[in-house]
Structures are given as structure tokens and as C-alpha cells.
């Protein structure tokens, strides 16, 4: 019984064959083009496979609403050439079988429930850090939405008394993923965050940002785990300067051992790895058969 996978992103596509128990058989990744390009290799990848289900972890924004007529949607992204694009109805063209659909980020947060980091409990937070800033959630073993879905990579942060940069967002400015995310940091320091493992101020003003994000998650959301992918979150003194910065801003008022003597524990990085996002779109097909 096989499952289909699609983590789209941004820059690239991955397509995956998998199980119900999270296991890839078969995998590929091509660049992401124009719909018509790029959907034709997903289709083709899948057409040899008698699928049980398909599920899909997308770039976004999209709509999640199942009562709305543009359900299945990418909605008014800004990549080029993907604004308000039928994703949902494209697959269903080629494949009549039952459909998962969300956001990169919630598929990643499944992913790593059912196999990952994560796995039993029941909330997580999964935060990517890379070329943007997105957060899913999932609360009461259900992945939050709402009107949309949820944007914490956009959400408002104090400024460091020292920091003059006045953010890339183009909405908010200095908004968390306009002062914290991959390009943020190359716009900060004129150059990639990768070529600048050795300088310290970098990566304690990066964990300031993101350690007072990640405390507001864990005041407003309560998650069991909080997980931190992305490009930018592989940097290896990144984590245990966070930890310390949840530590300053939450200040000893959320009371729980898990946060107090086992932080390492609590925020950390993927148990999936980088296979979070593809291992999350199986976790959407195997949803949307009704398996939990």
C-alpha cells in the first residue's frame, strides 16, 4: 500500500512514495519552475504507482478552508507564476484517490507527531528558519487553523536595544522573519549565515529573536515540543544560545520541569531531519484515508 508525498517549496519540489509508517521507498527533487513545468514531473513521477492517497505540504499562502471555493488553493504568493493555482484540483485530474493538503510547515509538525521528535505527544510546534520564517502547530492532536492559517513567522518581536536594522519584510519591516530569517541575515551582515559560523554577535542577536518568538509560542500555544528546521537552524551554536534566551524572556513564570531542567530536551532540532517536510506530506496522506 503505498502513499505520495509532495513537499513544494519555494526554490525546490521533493516527490516521495512512501508507507503508512512513514517509510520512503522512492524519492526525487527538481527545482521549482512554472506550474505547468513543475506539475508535469509530479505527475509523471507518480503516474507508475497505484497510490492510496496523496498528500501535499506546500509553500503558501493557501486555502484550507473545505467550504470555500478556492479550497486546495495556492492563494496571492508571492512566487511568481503561482498566484491563485489549483494545486488540489490539478492532482485530482490524474489520481482519484483521497487528498491531504496544507501548508510546508503543519506537514512538518504531523511529520514529526507520527515519527518524529514529537511522537507521542500530543502538541508540537515545528518553527522553520531559512530562506522565510513559518511555524505549525498542532494542539490537541489537531493541526491549527482558523480563518487561514497560521503566520508566527510575522509576528511582532521587541527590538534589541542595540540593533539599528531596519528589517526585509515587505508587509512589516521588522517583523520577526524581516529581522531573523536567511536573507535577513545577509542583508544584516553582508554576507550568508553559512559564512558567518565563526562571528558570536550574529548568532546571539539570531537566538534573541527567535528565543522571544519561541517563548511567545510557548505562553500563547503550550506545545509539548518545540522543533527548529530550516537552513539557518543547522548552525551548531544556534540551539543552546536559544534555550537560553526562552530561559531570559519567559523569566521563571512558566513553572514546568520539562522548560526548567530540560530544555535540550524540549526545544530541539528535527527527529526527522531534513525528511520532516516529505515525511509530513505522507503523514497528510495517511490523514486523509482517516488512518491516524
Known amino acids: 500500500m503505498y502513499l505520495g508525498a509532495i513537499e513544494a517549496g519555494g526554490t525546490k519540489f521533493v516527490c516521495a512514495v512512501g508507507d503508512h509508517e512513514g517509510n520512503i521507498y522512492e524519492r526525487i527533487q527538481f527545482p521549482t519552475t512554472v506550474p505547468e513545468e513543475t506539475m508535469q514531473k509530479v505527475i509523471d513521477f507518480f503516474k507508475s504507482y497505484s497510490l492510496d492517497a496523496i498528500g501535499i505540504g506546500t509553500f503558501g499562502p493557501v486555502d484550507l478552508n473545505r467550504k470555500s471555493q478556492t479550497y486546495g488553493y495556492i492563494t496571492n504568493t508571492p512566487k511568481p507564476h503561482w498566484s491563485n493555482f489549483n494545486f488540489v484540483g490539478m492532482i485530482e485530474k490524474y489520481f482519484d484517490v483521497p487528498i491531504g493538503f496544507d501548508t510546508d510547515v503543519n506537514a512538518a509538525a504531523l511529520g514529526e507527531l507520527f515519527w518524529g521528535r514529537a511522537k507521542g505527544k500530543n502538541s508540537c510546534i515545528y518553527m522553520t528558519v531559512g530562506t522565510g520564517i513559518g511555524v505549525g502547530a498542532i494542539v490537541e492532536g489537531r493541526l491549527v487553523h482558523g480563518l487561514l492559517h497560521p503566520e508566527m513567522g510575522?509576528?511582532?518581536?521587541?527590538?534589541?536595544?542595540d540593533d539599528t536594522f531596519s528589517g526585509i519584510c515587505p508587509f512589516h519591516g521588522d517583523c520577526l522573519e524581516g529581522l531573523a530569517s536567511g536573507p535577513a541575515i545577509e542583508k544584516r551582515w553582508g554576507k550568508r549565515g553559512a559564512d558567518l559560523s565563526e562571528q558570536d554577535e550574529v548568532w546571539e542577536l539570531e537566538a534573541f529573536y527567535l528565543g522571544q518568538a519561541i517563548a511567545q509560542y510557548i505562553l500563547v500555544l503550550s506545545p509539548e515540543q518545540v522543533i527548529i528546521g530550516g537552513g539557518v537552524?543547522?548552525?551548531?551554536?544556534?540551539?543552546?544560545?536559544?534555550?537560553?534566551?526562552?530561559?531570559?524572556?519567559?523569566?521563571?513564570?512558566?513553572?514546568?520541569?520539562?522548560?526548567?531542567?530540560?530544555?535540550?530536551?524540549?526545544?530541539?532540532?528535527?527527529?526527522?531531519?531534513?525528511?520532516?517536510?516529505?515525511?509530513?506530506?505522507?503523514?497528510?496522506?495517511?490523514?486523509?484515508?482517516?488512518?491516524?
Open 154 to 161: 510575522h509576528i511582532l518581536v521587541r527590538r534589541h536595544p
Open 233 to 292: 537552524a543547522k548552525q551548531s551554536t544556534l540551539l543552546p544560545r536559544i534555550h537560553r534566551h526562552v530561559l531570559n524572556h519567559l523569566n521563571g513564570y512558566v513553572q514546568h520541569e520539562v522548560i526548567l531542567k530540560h530544555i535540550h530536551d524540549y526545544i530541539t532540532r528535527p527527529g526527522l531531519g531534513d525528511n520532516a517536510g516529505i515525511c509530513g506530506a505522507l503523514a497528510l496522506a495517511k490523514q486523509a484515508l482517516g488512518d491516524k
